[in-house]
């Protein structure tokens, strides 16, 4: 079963690498260690996520105007 993100961060080592901490909401961490080039893709993957769900969210949103409208 998928645990519920409470929180996260995202902080440079010094040694050019980054540490993601991931909290969830039974106050679970994971720490992980990734590289520039990792982080970038999670963005683009994050980033095409929301492009993907961004048209669905926009036209929901159009549809409750246009009725309150009525």
């Known amino acids: 079963m998928a645990r519920t993100l409470s929180s996260f961060s995202i902080a440079a080592d010094g ?36 492009d993907e769900d961004e048209e669905d969210a926009l036209g929901a949103d159009e549809d409750e105007g246009e009725e309150s409208e009525v």
């Not at 901490?21 to 106050?27: H, K, L, N, T, V």
């Not at 679970?28 to 996520?49: G, H, K, P, R």
């Open 15 to 50: 040694n050019g690498d980054y540490l993601i901490s991931i909290e969830d909401d039974d106050g679970e961490t994971i720490e992980l260690t990734a590289s520039y080039e990792q982080l970038d893709l999670i963005s683009e993957a994050i980033d095409d996520a929301l």
